[in-house]
Each structure stands twice: as C-alpha cells, then as structure tokens.
C-alpha cells in the first residue's frame, strides 16, 4: 500500500476556470501542481456556447475553446493534468490525504479546491435536450442573455437568482416570463419588488413546466401548467433560462471544512484560506455571488499565491518534485 502513495507539493481539484488559473500560478511558482479534473472536464464552461464576457476574447470564443486554452497554459508551465475524480479526502492531520477513484491515495502539502457548483435543472427531457443542442436553455443569463436580444424568453425560478436573472434579460429582451410555482417568491422583498415594477416582466403564479419546446434544433416555446387548475398554455419563446439554485461540489468535504447552510466552502473573507490550515478553495465552491469565469479565475490566482505563502512560512521540508514513497 504504501508504495503507492504519492506525495505531492499542490494539488488542485477541478478544471475550470479557477482551477486552471490556480495552476498556472503554482506552476510558475515551481509548485509542481497536480490537477485533477474531476467528472466534468473544462467544467460549467464547456456548457455554454459562446464566452463574450472574458476580457481578452473581443470576438468572445467558445466555452470548450476557452477551457482548452485554459488546460494549454497550464500544461506549459508543466502542471500535470490527470483525469480522475477525488472521492474522499481526510483533512485530520498535517498531511492532506485525498484519494483518487477510491484506490489511488495522494499526501498534499497544499490542497487548492476549485470543484465549482453545479446548476439545478429541472431534469424534463426536452430541457435535457435543449441544453446539449446548446439550442436555447441556459442557466446562467450574464452568460447567455445576450444572444436573446429583442426576443421573448422564459425564466423559472422565484429565488434572489431569478430575479436578478429576469431583471438583467428585461434589459435585453422583449419580454420575460417568470415562472413560478408557488404563489409567493422566495427572493428578498427588495428583488421581488424591482422584477414586479418592470413592465416587460410578466409573473404566471402557481405555474408549473410542463415541457421545452422545439423544432428539433433551437425552442420555440414553453408549455407550462397552473398547478391549481391544471390549465396548459404555451408560451412562445426563444430562450429558457433555470434558476433554481446552484449546488456545491463540496460533500466530500464536509466532516473537515466549514460550510454554510447550502453547502458552499467558507473562505476567510480577502482569501482564499479554509478552516483547515494548507487547503485553500477559489472559484464558485466558496461563491454563491459573483460566479462568473472572470471572478472564479481571480480567486484560483489567490489560493496559488496563498498555498506559496504558506508553504514559505512553513520552511516546507517537502521535496519540490512528486515523487513516490
Ligand atoms: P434559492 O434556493 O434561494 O431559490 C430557488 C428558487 O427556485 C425558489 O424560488 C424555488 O421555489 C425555485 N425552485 C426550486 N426547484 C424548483 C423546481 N423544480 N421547479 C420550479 N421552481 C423551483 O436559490 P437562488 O439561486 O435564487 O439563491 C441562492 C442563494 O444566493 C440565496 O441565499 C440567495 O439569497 C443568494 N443570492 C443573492 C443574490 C444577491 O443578494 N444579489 C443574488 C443571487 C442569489 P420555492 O420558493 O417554491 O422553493
């Protein structure tokens, strides 16, 4: 057993923007990063059609493009890039123990989670279907409500994100329909209050998707149902955004770090630092705010240069290369 454990300086769990970025900077700084990119390569980004909003593209560029632009960087620099999941980690003692696919284990000296968060959708078929087409379902407006300009679009949801979401596509698009299933909002009274005041908001209480839908390609509309009568209505539309809330990647580490009520990492606040001493969190694992690829990079620059710090001040004994023990 022993033999093969692998004993690493920085490792980084996650591939998308803050992971990557992340790496970047450890590798530069001679950390010799490993990174594991878990089960969605590229992650949320490589869902999303066209990236406009990343300063350096002024064409923009697409999700996966970008993520292999991302990946190409930090390969230079000599991060090694492995496939491979992390399914258990123990934070307990001064060596971070993680486990890859529940046999390979590794010992960190520094541990930089960038795992993300996941949107909730609503699980129909023709949702499904949509979104892999890229074909008008998107869970995040900032990302995609451009393409909808001076079209009609759908967005369900009743949370802060949904108002802030049909708030930022009234400014953009014809009309916004809300979706809501109860007959109240769960948002704050100032978020319900602006999507109420906009005239091209329109709110359908107690209502329910019954179906996307499409012309094999792109959605032309949405059926939806009241659930108090029953009653089926389409309405046309050209984009169906989610906004049900977002879910952490973060339950394996949920016995050694402090989490808030939903789930996402707490970072002590100007850091990158968690609870346990050497493991950092960047990205939208510790972000329910912001989490734009923009801001998820920020923070994977800042557990780099965390982890460097901390390993300095420890007057690390590690070896500077992965080696095998
Ligand atoms: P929330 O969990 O707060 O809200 C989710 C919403 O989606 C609820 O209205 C819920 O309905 C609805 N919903 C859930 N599942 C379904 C479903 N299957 N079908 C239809 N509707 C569904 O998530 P948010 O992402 O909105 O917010 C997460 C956190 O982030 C909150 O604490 C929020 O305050 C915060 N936030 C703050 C912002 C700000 O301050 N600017 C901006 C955005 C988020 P129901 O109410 O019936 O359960």
Known sequence: MSDQIEKVKCLIIGSGPAGYTAAIYAARANMKPVLYQGSQPGGQLTTTNEVENYPGYPEGITGPEMMMEFRQQAERFETDVRDGWITKVDFSGDVHKVWVNDTKEIHCETVIISTGASAKYLGLESEQKYLKLGGGVSACAVCDGFFYRDQEVVIVGAGDSACEEAQYLSKLCKKVTMVVRRDVFRAS????????????????????????????????????????????????????????????NTDIFKDYLDLDETGYIINVPGSSKTNVEGVFVSGDAADHVYRQAVTAAGTGCMAALDAERYLAAKDSEFEVTNMQY
């Open 189 to 248: 009274k100032i978020m319900q209050a602006r999507v109420k005041n906009t005239e091209n908001i329109e709110i359908l209480y107690n209502t329910e998707t019954d179906e996307v839908l499409g012309d094999g390609q792109v959605v032309t509309g949405v059926r939806v149902f009241n659930n108090k009568t029953n009653e089926k209505h389409e309405i046309p539309a050209t984009g169906f955004f989610v906004a049900i809330g977002h879910k952490p």
